[in-house]
Nanobody, 126 residues
Framework: DVQLVESGGGSVQAGGSLRLSCAASAYTYSSFCMAWFRQAPGKEREGVAALDTDGMAWYEDSVKGRFTISKDNAKNTLYLRMSSLKPEDTAMYYC?????????????????????WGKGTQVTVS
């Protein structure tokens, strides 16, 4: 099994920045779809950004131009750089991995088909 551990969340004022990290227990990033999801209180989980096996990135419309997904293969770590944060970005952020290429249905939806999940890191924007 692949274990994913997120870190980097916290409280920040609107307009600020955070960088989330997702450390994987095994080498995943060349053969796995990697993605970030978030879930705000009372709302369904939603895909935020994804990085496919060919290096292509996808972003949810509301975060385009503000969030950047990247990876460091040597460190088995996925990142989500978030800038110009807004109160509506407040949520628990989860890292997820899925063997093979990204499924648009999963990464752009609720991620039901993703194979592995971290426990999340809280981001609060005030």
């Amino acid at each position: 099994d692949v274990q994913l551990v997120e870190s980097g969340g916290g409280s920040v004022q609107a307009g600020g920045s955070l960088r989330l990290s997702c450390a994987a227990s095994a080498y995943t990033y060349s053969s796995f779809c990697m993605a970030w999801f978030r879930q705000a209180p009372g709302k369904e989980r939603e895909g935020v950004a994804a990085l496919d096996t060919d290096g292509m990135a996808w972003y949810e419309d509301s975060v385009k131009g503000r969030f950047t997904i990247s990876k460091d293969n040597a460190k088995n770590t996925l990142y989500l750089r978030m800038s110009s944060l807004k109160p509506e970005d407040t949520a628990m952020y989860y890292c997820a991995a899925d063997r093979g290429t990204c499924s648009a249905y999963d990464v752009q939806g609720h991620g039901a088909g993703m194979d592995y999940w971290g426990k999340g890191t809280q981001v609060t924007v005030s």
